[in-house]
């Protein structure tokens, strides 16, 4: 019996012992590498970096989890993360070719061509026969001297290499940076004579029909042939299916990307591209359908996650966005894309700073990340920090000098910034890069007429229609020009010509409705609007147009209809929510106008007008008092000069019995809204109360002078009558 106790007792200790292994730090750093390495064998480099990650919580110098995270960045095409653990393996291990070569490619990426052309001379010093080094070499050409140089040093190389169709594609590239499109066009060929069997081949010569040729049957052709080399889960394959979409067959793109997924249920790339597509055609539930099985093999499918979080915002499910994007980030806090599309949600939510703080992460991480460099940009510019913007938009444009974009947004930089003759000139070099595209002329009109040159910049917006006949932004630009000169005639005649030009454009029948109705003229306004709205029914502004215009002619029904319309169209529109709202509040429905403000506050909880309207109604009509005094501060919070906001606030605290606090508010309400009589109303009645009955009766006096109809008017009869 003590020999089993002890035997027991020795089992006990033996296995606390490989338990406490287990935990050690070295075996948690191997079970992560491991982890690691099997997801980065299965091309999951989303789940492998975060193993990597693990393991350089525990061990800051592991070369190998460095080399592996530079590594899984690289394959995902994110070289800012790559770049600091490739620099650091580089540190690590110098004569680790691999690293050397990656590092070197991700130069090449960023046009930092001296230290590219370093790279690739490190390691062909080391292996004069190193193939990828000298195709590194060759890719880090750029002068003409450099580019002659390289096709030298290839020809001297054809007898070891010639039979790789890489090294063709390589000359091709060359021949390209000299301009000499038969010669490339013959070295791609020659690429697929000389290795019948490479995708790589198949793929440039695809890539070179479709960019350089815009041939788009032989580009198919040639990237058909590559896909069908390559096995289903491959990425020559989503390569095809990226250019069915491209060129406008996303049901050939979709059948594609579901066969892949069929025969390769492990290869996500296909599973994310097929939820992909959905979303950018809106799609939002054949999306989440197609993100499904992906959740069931991995609940925190980085990609996955991104996409969902991207069906929500299409959506306008902000919260719901903002969680997924931010659940993304707790994994991986250094992905820029979910770091950009998490600054979209926040300026979803009405949330601009906290926007711009994740697109100044985004851009740190990835400096080269376009989209969110020109939206900080745009946001920099909304507040007011138009040199930050010229700044980052003159760096991104002296290292992409063909981003048509940057050019458009700096341009406007320097029109917020008061600069017209250097917005002009940033604007000609848009129109130099794509003189076909109508948004250059137009731009430069805008500068010119920002510097008084009203005759060029008319003949620039013309020019841009010309360009462009359904474009409604130069034919604003002309009708507002055409009205400041106090011509009215003119803008109508212009929309009217432009309508015959372009007869089923509803933005121009909206235009010219606009015209009518700013000359005061409704009764023509109304047609143009319904033409627009037959034309596009999606036109939500026309809905909301001819609301307005029916509530000013007394025909309330008629504008209930055509809001309720506009919110078929958008469901979450607020402005149509606001003026139901208002229109039934107006009737003295007021259960319905507080649904109606009651649905605006739960779409944006933060919207003044319906905060301060339902405050309002919530107090006068029976409801929460309570929660009338938060909607009230809430309103005054958001909207601290709005008199008509600080009178409900103040009106509501009278009701209360805080009379000092509410004068003050009424007052400030009163002095804004010199004739309003409800608002005189509410003063005479605090004064009144406050013991001060001089001017109880002279606020009193003039509500009932402004009107004899509004609520409160017999309480003030009664109290002048004492």
């Known amino acids: 019996m003590r020999d089993l106790r002890r035997s027991i007792s020795l089992l006990l200790v033996l296995g606390m012992a490989t338990a406490g292994c287990a935990r050690s730090p070295e075996a948690k750093k191997a079970r992560w590498l491991g982890r690691g390495d099997s997801y980065f064998g299965r091309q999951q480099y989303r789940e492998a970096i975060i193993e990597y990650r693990n393991v350089l919580r525990i061990d800051a110098s592991s070369a190998r989890a460095m080399q592996q995270l530079g590594f899984a960045y690289y394959q995902l095409g994110e070289s800012a993360q790559a770049y600091p653990f490739l620099l650091k393996a580089k540190e690590l291990d110098p004569n680790n070719a691999e690293v050397r070569l990656k590092l070197g490619t991700l130069y090449f990426a960023a046009r930092q061509l001296k230290e590219t052309r370093e790279e690739a001379n490190f390691l062909l010093e080391k292996d004069p026969k190193n193939f990828d080094a000298l195709l590194l070499f060759a890719a880090s050409a750029s002068t003409p001297k450099e580019v002659a140089a390289a096709i030298r040093r290839l020809e001297a190389a054809r007898a070891d290499f010639g039979g790789r169709a890489k090294f063709h594609i390589a000359l091709a590239n060359l021949y390209l940076r000299n301009q000499d499109m038969a010669a490339a066009e013959g070295s791609f060929k020659e690429a697929v004579a000389t290795e019948p069997m490479s995708i790589e081949g198949h793929t440039a010569l695809g890539d070179f029909y479709l960019l350089r040729k815009n041939d788009v049957a032989r580009a198919e052709q040639e990237y058909k042939a590559a896909a069908d080399l390559a096995p289903f889960g491959s990425a020559a394959r989503i390569k095809l299916a990226d250019f069915y979409f491209l060129i406008r067959r996303p049901e050939a793109a979709k059948q594609l990307l579901a066969e892949i997924s069929e025969k390769a249920p492990k290869f996500l790339p296909a599973r994310h591209r097929l939820a992909e597509i959905a979303v950018v055609e809106q799609k939002y539930d054949e999306s989440l359908k197609a993100l499904e099985p992906i959740f069931e093999e991995n609940p925190s499918d980085l990609e996955g996650l991104l996409l969902r979080g991207r069906v929500h915002l299409g959506k306008r499910e902000t919260t719901a966005a903002i969680q997924d994007f931010q659940k993304v980030l707790r994994l991986e806090p250094r992905f820029a894309r979910a770091r950009y599309q998490l600054a979209l949600a926040q300026l979803q939510a009405g949330n601009l700073q906290q926007a711009k703080g994740e697109l100044k992460e985004a851009t740190t991480i990835d400096p080269n990340f376009t989209d969110a460099v020109l939206l900080l940009a745009e946001l920099d510019i909304q ?185 078929r169209v958008d469901p979450k529109n607020l402005v149509a929510h606001m ?144």
């Not at 509803?506 to 306004?525: K, M, P, S, W």
């Not at 000069?641 to 103040?650: H, I, N």
């Not at 009424?666 to 409800?678: F, I, M, S, T, W």
């Open 383 to 567: 507040t007011g920090a138009h040199q930050p913007a010229i700044e980052a938009l003159e760096k991104l444009i002296a290292k992409q000098p063909r981003t048509l974009q940057a050019y458009r947004v700096l341009g406007l930089a320097y029109l917020a910034k008061r600069e017209p003759g250097k917005a002009t000139g940033t604007f000609r070099k848009f129109v130099a890069l794509a003189p076909k595209d109508p948004h250059g002329p137009y731009l430069v009109g805008l500068g010119l007429r920002a510097q008084g040159k009203w005759t060029e910049a008319k003949q620039q917006f013309e020019e841009a229609l010309a360009l462009a006949p359904d474009a409604v932004e130069p034919m604003v630009q002309l009708v507002e020009m055409a009205l400041t000169e106090k011509r009215p005639q003119a803008a109508l005649e212009r929309v009217k010509r432009q309508i015959a030009v372009v007869p089923r454009s509803g933005a121009l029948q909206y235009l010219l409705a606009e015209v009518y109705l700013g000359q005061g003229e409704r009764a023509q306004a109304e047609a143009p609007y319904l033409k627009a709205i037959e034309l596009e029914p999606r036109l939500v502004g026309a809905y909301l147009q001819l609301g307005r215009l029916y509530v000013a002619s007394g025909r309330s029904s008629q504008a209930l209809a055509k809001l309720n319309d506009a919110l």
């Open 579 to 722: 003026l139901i709202g208002s229109i039934y509040q107006q009737e003295g429905d007021i259960s319905k106008a507080q649904e109606a403000y009651e649905k605006v506050l739960a779409l944006n909880p933060r919207f003044a007008p319906a905060a301060n309207n339902l405050a309002y109604l919530y107090s006068e009509h029976g409801g929460d008092r309570e929660k009338a005094l938060q909607l009230a501060q809430t309103a005054k919070e958001v909207l601290p000069e709005d008199p008509r906001v600080s009178d409900t606030l103040g009106w509501i605290l009278y009701k209360r019995g805080v009379y000092q606090r509410a004068l003050g508010l009424v007052q400030e309400g009163a002095a804004k809204l010199p004739d309003n009589p409800e608002v005189h109303y509410h003063l005479g009645m605090i004064q009144y109360k406050l013991g001060n009955s001089k001017a109880a009766k002279q606020s009193l006096s003039r509500a009932l002078h402004l009107s004899s109809k509004f609520p409160g008017a017999t309480e003030a009869r009664s109290i002048l009558a004492e």
